[in-house]
Nanobody
Framework: VQLQASGGGLVQAGASLRLSCAAS????????MGWFRQAPGKEREFVAA????????YYADFVKGRFAISGDNAKNTVYLQMNSLKPEDTAVYYC???????????????WGQGTQVTVSS
């Protein structure tokens, strides 16, 4: 599976962005999909995940109520809608595909290249 993340950019605090992750290769619906982020000098951290058929969705506590993950099997794409962005959301955002769809980095087998999100105050 190849993953291509896009949609990052430079925005002001309070703005919104929608990240996209296009998948190619094996059938998209065979995988759970997750979004992670990594800020400079910090470890990669879990943001959100959606199960293979979209029945289960998980969020990190710090994004609940602000971010929403969704998938479009017809387009082989998963999205991360990010609202009310804060400067502390600044990071490189990565999408990933795996079989479990939980919050652990180690559970994901395929990773996209990342897209930079910068939120100014």
């Amino acid at each position: 599976v190849q993953l291509q993340a896009s949609g990052g950019g430079l925005v002001q605090a309070g703005a919104s962005l929608r990240l996209s992750c296009a998948a190619s290769g094996r059938t998209f619906s065979s995988y759970a999909m997750g979004w992670f982020r990594q800020a400079p000098g910090k470890e990669r951290e879990f943001v959100a995940a959606i199960s293979r058929r979209g029945g289960c969705i998980y969020y990190a506590d710090f994004v609940k109520g602000r971010f929403a993950i969704s998938g479009d099997n017809a387009k082989n794409t998963v999205y991360l809608q990010m609202n009310s962005l804060k400067p502390e959301d600044t990071a490189v955002y990565y999408c990933a595909a795996g079989t479990q769809g939980d919050s652990r980095v180690s559970e994901y087998d395929y990773w996209g290249q990342g897209t930079q999100v910068t939120v100014s105050s």
